[in-house]
Protein backbone atom coordinates (compact mmCIF):
# COMPACT_ATOMS: atom_id res chain seq x y z
CA UNK A 1 0.00 0.00 0.00
CA UNK A 2 1.09 3.42 -0.63
CA UNK A 3 -0.56 6.74 1.34
CA UNK A 4 -0.92 10.20 -0.39
CA UNK A 5 -1.35 13.27 1.61
CA UNK A 6 -1.79 16.37 -0.62
CA UNK A 7 -1.37 19.64 1.05
CA UNK A 8 -0.63 23.29 -0.24
CA UNK A 9 -3.94 24.47 -2.16
CA UNK A 10 -6.03 27.40 -1.47
CA UNK A 11 -6.90 30.57 -3.18
CA UNK A 12 -4.76 32.56 -5.33
CA UNK A 13 -5.34 35.62 -7.87
CA UNK A 14 -5.25 35.28 -11.19
CA UNK A 15 -1.12 35.48 -12.36
CA UNK A 16 -0.09 34.31 -8.89
CA UNK A 17 1.57 31.21 -7.75
CA UNK A 18 0.85 28.13 -5.63
CA UNK A 19 2.87 25.28 -4.68
CA UNK A 20 1.49 21.94 -3.64
CA UNK A 21 2.86 19.11 -1.93
CA UNK A 22 2.58 15.33 -1.77
CA UNK A 23 4.10 13.68 0.75
CA UNK A 24 4.46 9.38 -0.17
CA UNK A 25 4.52 6.96 2.58
CA UNK A 26 4.42 2.95 2.91
CA UNK A 27 5.39 0.76 -0.30
CA UNK A 28 6.73 3.79 -2.06
CA UNK A 29 9.37 2.06 -3.74
CA UNK A 30 6.80 0.09 -5.87
CA UNK A 31 6.16 3.10 -7.12
CA UNK A 32 7.87 4.47 -10.70
CA UNK A 33 5.71 7.24 -11.25
CA UNK A 34 3.61 10.21 -9.63
CA UNK A 35 1.34 12.05 -11.22
CA UNK A 36 -0.71 14.95 -11.08
CA UNK A 37 -4.59 15.21 -11.67
CA UNK A 38 -7.28 17.39 -11.27
CA UNK A 39 -11.03 17.89 -11.33
CA UNK A 40 -12.71 20.82 -12.03
CA UNK A 41 -16.40 20.98 -10.74
CA UNK A 42 -18.57 19.39 -13.27
CA UNK A 43 -15.93 17.87 -15.09
CA UNK A 44 -14.29 14.56 -15.04
CA UNK A 45 -10.89 14.54 -13.37
CA UNK A 46 -7.85 15.40 -16.07
CA UNK A 47 -4.30 14.63 -16.21
CA UNK A 48 -1.76 17.53 -15.37
CA UNK A 49 1.47 16.12 -15.42
CA UNK A 50 4.23 13.42 -14.03
CA UNK A 51 7.58 12.83 -12.96
CA UNK A 52 9.69 10.01 -12.77
CA UNK A 53 11.41 9.14 -9.23
CA UNK A 54 14.22 8.03 -10.66
CA UNK A 55 15.30 10.43 -13.80
CA UNK A 56 13.04 13.12 -12.68
CA UNK A 57 11.60 13.33 -16.15
CA UNK A 58 8.28 15.07 -16.18
CA UNK A 59 5.77 15.99 -19.05
CA UNK A 60 2.59 18.17 -19.14
CA UNK A 61 -0.81 18.52 -20.32
CA UNK A 62 -0.68 20.95 -23.13
CA UNK A 63 -2.86 23.67 -21.08
CA UNK A 64 -0.33 23.79 -18.08
CA UNK A 65 2.69 23.17 -20.19
CA UNK A 66 5.24 26.47 -19.37
CA UNK A 67 3.07 27.54 -16.58
CA UNK A 68 3.20 24.25 -14.36
CA UNK A 69 6.54 22.66 -12.97
CA UNK A 70 6.85 19.27 -10.93
CA UNK A 71 9.85 18.44 -8.98
CA UNK A 72 10.54 15.94 -6.14
CA UNK A 73 12.57 15.23 -3.26
CA UNK A 74 13.20 11.14 -2.96
CA UNK A 75 14.80 12.13 0.08
CA UNK A 76 11.22 13.03 1.22
CA UNK A 77 9.17 11.06 -0.58
CA UNK A 78 7.77 13.69 -2.15
CA UNK A 79 6.56 15.41 -5.40
CA UNK A 80 5.76 18.96 -5.56
CA UNK A 81 3.52 21.39 -8.22
CA UNK A 82 4.77 24.75 -8.91
CA UNK A 83 1.66 26.50 -10.75
CA UNK A 84 2.50 29.71 -12.12
CA UNK A 85 0.68 32.31 -14.10
CA UNK A 86 -2.15 30.41 -12.63
CA UNK A 87 -5.81 31.12 -14.56
CA UNK A 88 -9.41 30.84 -12.98
CA UNK A 89 -9.21 27.80 -15.44
CA UNK A 90 -7.27 26.22 -13.09
CA UNK A 91 -9.46 25.89 -10.58
CA UNK A 92 -10.40 22.16 -9.40
CA UNK A 93 -9.30 19.71 -6.66
CA UNK A 94 -5.74 18.30 -7.15
CA UNK A 95 -4.78 14.96 -6.46
CA UNK A 96 -1.40 13.08 -6.53
CA UNK A 97 -1.41 10.05 -7.47
CA UNK A 98 1.21 7.16 -7.51
CA UNK A 99 1.83 5.07 -10.59
CA UNK A 100 2.37 1.39 -10.31
CA UNK A 101 2.52 -1.83 -11.79
CA UNK A 102 -1.36 -1.58 -13.35
CA UNK A 103 -1.37 1.73 -13.71
CA UNK A 104 -2.49 5.14 -11.09
CA UNK A 105 -3.86 2.67 -8.70
CA UNK A 106 -2.96 4.82 -5.43
CA UNK A 107 -4.47 8.70 -4.73
CA UNK A 108 -4.27 11.12 -2.42
CA UNK A 109 -7.41 12.92 -0.84
CA UNK A 110 -6.84 15.76 -2.84
CA UNK A 111 -6.53 19.52 -1.99
CA UNK A 112 -8.32 22.65 -2.86
CA UNK A 113 -7.16 25.35 -5.79
CA UNK A 114 -9.48 28.59 -6.77
CA UNK A 115 -8.17 30.78 -8.61
CA UNK A 116 -9.89 34.22 -8.41
CA UNK A 117 -9.86 36.40 -11.40
Known amino acids: QVQLVESGGGLVQAGGSLRLSCAAS????????MGWFRQAPGKEREFVGR????????DYADSVKGRFTISRDNARNTVYLQMNSAKPEDTAVYYC??????????WGQGTQVIVSS
Open 97 to 106: SARVVGGYLY
Open 51 to 58: ISWSSGST
Open 26 to 33: GRTASTST
